[in-house]
């Protein structure tokens, strides 16, 4: 046996080996300290357990309401109500938003809404959120579950309203059809009328009012052939009036004068019936234009009635005319009888004079009347003239009017279609066109991710703690001066006494991890090897911290004290209590490089996310090498010895 164990005397790292046990001895020397920490870490790990597992209480939050019933357009009870379905509160309500302050202020409830008149610009209801901020790390989030309630009514409101709009869009829409098959009817109407126009230009511009001057002329010349010839009867009649006495042997000759006149009268007869045929096409005429004229033309009336008039007149000189040839008639009868009464033929000679001048002067009235045709047919061809114009101006118009009608009718098509889509948008995405899904990137539980800062706590406690009593233990006692002056190297020393430390702080952390995993079944995604390391990287960078408070402690009091002094503001600043967040940049920034945070992120990367230290590298670096700067340098002070 003795050969044995100067065998193994000999071996590489024997005597590290050697101080490491005596330094686990020595802390299991403290049996009453070990069992007061392994009580202490089984109690702390079921507190945290059953804190953190299942229901969470601020999963009913109790939120005091203040919604006045005069609030212009507010419902308050249906707001009230709609705040209760979200399931995620219970309402107290409030009197005044005094009364809601004071329910805070009593910690009756977190959190509180009141209610205020909507805005003027865009009629928006304003809403006041008071929380209770003497907890930064709750008050946020009551702050942010008051608010969700808030926006899920608001999402209800305006899912109602936009559900109310969408049954009103079918009826616009319907409406838009109809207005857009009236603009079809009356472009349909428009053309219907744009060909009626076309064929009343046509019919009016075939009014010739020159070949109806023309005629009128042709007539008045008829007229005066008339009126010389009447002339000549005149005369005739005259001289034979005063030929008459005693010249009976002159009767046959003047009664083949007579007959002569009477075919003349025939003639002339059928001339009058000539200018009364023409008279009565141009009546025809004019009437057909007055009839397509809307309303009719009141100058084109009047004419009408003037050609009418004579056509009357030509009616009675025909008449007269044929009176005339039956007076001739019976004056060829006197002649033939004038030898028996010369007077009554001198009085039939004066008979027919007064008829033709009649005659004469009825011919002399149509002349006027033909004159007011003529100038009538020219304020007719001036009408006709305007007409033609408003016809042009009219089809122009319509032009216009068709153009902008078939732009409304595009808008209106547009906007149908436009209809369509939003139609094919449900109210639902409108009012919440967003869906958001709470996913963890990790299938854990709270507690498990609880269980890293737990076991990086326990490390930093235990190690810096013990490692720092212990040797200040050992150097008030003489035992770390005997170690100095025996022939063990100093560094041999220090490496055996951060080993011992890091096997006990290895195995509080497996006592943390055994009860986690069978108590509350939480789950090692990384590699256990992987994660021991991770244990003995946090167990090695507080034992080395441990030992630099020793350098500068005398006494085991002051060195408990200077190791808390170091490890709150650690605790404080590991996100923890308060997430490193809600920290200024200067002091966030200088948390993340501290070891306790260092240490935490380590093991949640191995145990929760499944990561590997060769992707931790540079934490591992960060946490390992300031450690051994400070191991160092507690290694080569002077004083400590």
Sequence with gaps: MPALKELLEKLPGARIARIAAKEIAVIKSQWFVLGLILLMLIIVVFIIGLAFTGKSTLENLEIAVYAPANIRGFDSEKFIKQLEDTNKITILRAVSSDDVERIIYERQSKVGI??????????????????????????????????????????????????????????????????????????????????????????????NIDEMREVLNSQRNR????????????????????????????????????????QKGRDAVTRLEERDRQLAEIEQDLDEVNSQIPGGSPQIEEALLEIRSARAEISSARSDIEAAEAEMNSAEQEIVEMQESVIAIQGKLETTDASLKDLKGEIDSTFTD????????????????????LIDDSLESKKDVDSDLEESKELMASFIDSLDELGNLDP???????????????????????????????????????????????????????????????????IGKIFGQIIFSVFLATIILVVSIISFNVPIAGNIAELYVAFALASFAFVALGLFIT??????????????????????????????????????SIAEKLPLNISILIVTEVLVKGNTLLNLAPEILLLVIPSLVLLLFTVKNKRID
């Design 114 to 207: 009141i209610v205020h008149e909507p805005e003027a610009r865009y009629g928006r209801y304003v809403i006041d959120v008071v929380f209770d901020n003497s907890n930064i790390a709750t008050s946020l989030f009551f702050f942010d579950v008051a608010r969700q309630a808030v926006q899920s009514v608001g999402f209800q409101t305006s899912l109602q309203l936009l559900q109310e709009i969408w049954e009103n869009l079918s009826q616009i829409k319907s409406d838009l059809q109809g207005e857009v098959e009236r603009v079809e009817k009356f472009l349909q109407q428009l053309d219907e009328s744009e060909l009626t126009l076309l064929d009343l230009n046509e019919s009016v511009t075939a009014i």
């Design 428 to 494: 639902q995405f409108l009012s919440n066109p967003v869906i958001i899904n709470k996913l963890s990137a990790y299938n854990v539980d709270k507690f498990t991710i609880l269980v890293p800062s737990l076991i990086a706590i326990v490390i930093m406690l235990t190690a810096i703690l013990l490692s720092a009593v212990v040797f200040i233990n050992e150097k008030i006692q003489g035992a770390y001066l005997r170690m100095v002056l025996s022939t063990t190297k100093k560094y041999k020393l220090f």
């Design 370 to 389: 033909l004159d007011s045709i003529n100038e009538q047919l020219s304020s007719i061809g001036s009408t006709i003239d305007e007409i033609i114009a």
């Design 551 to 588: 350098n500068f402690t005398r006494l085991q009091s002051t060195t408990l004290l200077t190791a808390l002094v170091i490890m709150i503001p650690l605790i404080f600043l590991s996100g923890i209590i308060l997430p490193v967040e809600l920290m200024s940049e200067i002091v966030s």
């Design 223 to 262: 007229n005066d052939v008339i009126k010389a010839k009447l002339d000549q009867y005149t005369s005739d009649v005259e001289f034979f009036s005063g030929e008459i006495e005693g010249l009976p042997e002159r009767l046959e000759q003047h009664r083949l004068s007579i007959a002569d006149y009477r």
